[in-house]
Nanobody
Framework: QVQLVESGGGLVQAGGSLRLSCAVS????????MGWFRQAPGKEREFVAA????????RYADSVKGRFTISRDNAKNTAYLQMNSLKSEDAAVYYC?????????????????WGQGTQVTVSS
């Protein structure tokens, strides 16, 4: 069974940093792009960042560009999201997802496996 498990969320002050991790079980990680999405209360889930299976291609939402960095370690079956200069509007539940193929994808339908989410709270 495929599982994606996020970790690293928590409470941080505005301007601070967090690093989210997404551990993927099985061979699903291989040859799949990975993505991070987030959902704030009362809002739809939105794209944050994505990375191709090789790690050579990345894509970011405009709202996080220059502050967040997505990466992956294929040997560890793990994807990461480094979040710096956090703002109150970054507070949300963050989800990682495994893509349908090796490319990066910026919409929900590009992914077929999802984690359970990790909460990020930003205090001002």
């Amino acid at each position: 069974q495929v599982q994606l498990v996020e970790s690293g969320g928590g409470l941080v002050q505005a301007g601070g940093s967090l690093r989210l991790s997404c551990a993927v079980s099985g061979r699903t990680f291989s040859r799949r792009g990975m993505g991070w999405f987030r959902q704030a209360p009362g809002k739809e889930r939105e794209f944050v960042a994505a990375i191709s299976w090789s790690g050579g291609l990345t894509r970011y939402a405009d709202s996080v560009k220059g502050r967040f960095t997505i990466s992956r370690d294929n040997a560890k079956n793990t994807a990461y999201l480094q979040m710096n200069s956090l703002k109150s509007e970054d507070a949300a539940v963050y989800y990682c997802a495994a893509g349908r193929g090796s490319d990066y994808y910026t919409t929900n339908d590009g992914y077929d496996y999802w984690g359970q989410g990790t909460q990020v709270t930003v205090s001002s």
